[in-house]
Structure formats: structure tokens, C-alpha cells
């Protein structure tokens, strides 16, 4: 039972374009969600994260969108760099607690063109 | 920043034999850290959750007698893979949390590469 999904496993874009990397998920208590960064071989990297009581939280380059009547979110990289290209993973959580955890959506590989 | 600390990176072992891993948080102490799997072009999958002085909480399907993880202190936790046979050759990544009571500070390792022959 994957909960957490994204149905795309890899997308190219231009360098200077936008990225966009899309997640949808299914359990309704997931209410905390995360945006990793991971290269092969090495564990995955912290690039931004969202609350469910906000729809857009940004970071320079990196904007997520979440959108929870629709149980979808999104990252937005703009503009892509070639040093963005890397296998990019949502996760879910309940927010607080001594119990939560992650889990992890599938995967998207990005492939930025130089 | 939170550093976490695993290895080996890469371990090659014989059918059989027992294999540990080891995580270390450098510059925090871990209330909790977890132990991922993950497949090739698959996701991470949450292999168990273990909280420091008690016992892991494994996944559905996941054999605690197979994957013994051991968390004895704030500081370090090791996932022992027993008896290890080919189909357990994977990439396993563990993940330290600061604080029990939020979502920030979820530090990973760089995963060890085991390959069972």
C-alpha cells in the first residue's frame, strides 16, 4: 500500500526552465511533508517542507505547493540548474509526537539539460 | 549543522554470515532513529523505528529476527542483518531525529551498499 506517490519516475528539463515535481497521497492524516534531494549511493538531503495549514512555502529556487483537498503537492525548482539533476522524494508525516515517521513517495529523477 | 554518521558504506559478505551497521549521530543526540531500505529505482522503505533504551518498532513484513537493530544510546544505533542471504543485498540508509515532538532535524546517513554473495 504506497500512500505516498509520485507518479512520475523522471522528467528532463532545460536548464533555466522550471521544474515541476508533482506527489499525491492517500492517508488524510498526513498533516507535514517534505521534499528530499538524494544522489545514488548517498543518503537524501533536507530541501524544504510544508505544514498543512499553508498552501506555498518557499526558498529561494524551491517552491512547494500543497494542495489538500486534492491530497496533491508540489516542488517547483526555477530556474533548473545541471546541479539540480538528482532523484528528488516527497515524504508524509503526522505533524509532532513521539511516534511519527516518514514515509517516502517513489521517486522522481530529474535530468537538467544544459 | 546535525551530522549523522554510517558504516560502512559498502560491505560485501558471504551467504550466511551476519553483517552490523552502524549509525552515529556526531553532533546531537538522536531521541529516535529509523533504518530505511531501499531497492533499486525504488522508494525507501521504513524498515523500523527505534527509540533509544526500548525496543525497535519494525514494519509490517519486516523480520525482527532477521534485521536486529539495537539503539543503546542517544548517540548510536546498529541494524545487524543475521544470516544474510542474496536477496538482502540492498542500499540501507538510517535517519537520526532531534526532537521527538517536531518534524525538523531528520538527518540522514549516507547508506551502506550490502551485497550478499
Known amino acids: 500500500d504506497q500512500q505516498v506517490k509520485q507518479n512520475s519516475p523522471s522528467l528532463s528539463v532545460q536548464e533555466g526552465r522550471i521544474s515541476i515535481l508533482n506527489c499525491d497521497y492517500t492517508?488524510?492524516?498526513?498533516?507535514?511533508f517534505l521534499w528530499y534531494k538524494k544522489y545514488p549511493a548517498e543518503g537524501p538531503t533536507f530541501l524544504i517542507s510544508?505544514?498543512?495549514?499553508?498552501d506555498k512555502n518557499e526558498d529561494g529556487r524551491f517552491t512547494v505547493f500543497l494542495n489538500k483537498s486534492a491530497k496533491h503537492l508540489s516542488l517547483h525548482i526555477v530556474p533548473s540548474q545541471p546541479g539540480d539533476s538528482a532523484v528528488y522524494f516527497c515524504a508524509a508525516s503526522t505533524y509532532g509526537g513521539a511516534t511519527n515517521k516518514l514515509i517516502f513517495g517513489t521517486g522522481t529523477l530529474l535530468a537538467v539539460q544544459p | 549543522g546535525a551530522v549523522v554518521s554510517q558504516h560502512p558504506s559498502r560491505v560485501i559478505c558471504k551467504s550466511g554470515t551476519s553483517v552490523k551497521i552502524e549509525c552515529r549521530s556526531l553532533?546531537?543526540?538522536?531521541?529516535?532513529m529509523f533504518w530505511y531500505r531501499q531497492f533499486p529505482k525504488q522508494s525507501l522503505m521504513l524498515m523500523a523505528t527505534?527509540?533509544?533504551?526500548?525496543?525497535?518498532?519494525?514494519e509490517q513484513g519486516v523480520e525482527k529476527d532477521k534485521f536486529l537493530i539495537n539503539h543503546a544510546s542517544l548517540t548510536l544505533s546498529t541494524l545487524t542483518v543475521t544470516s544474510a542471504h542474496p536477496e538482502d543485498s540492498s542500499f540501507y540508509i538510517c535517519s537520526a531525529r532531534r526532537d521527538s515532538h517536531t518534524n525538523y532535524g531528520y538527518t540522514f546517513g549516507s547508506g551502506t551498499r550490502l551485497t550478499v554473495v
Open positions: 492517508n488524510s492524516m498526513f498533516d507535514y
Open positions: 553532533d546531537f543526540q538522536a531521541t529516535t
Open positions: 527505534s527509540n533509544e533504551g526500548s525496543k525497535a518498532t519494525y
Open positions: 510544508i505544514s498543512s495549514i499553508k
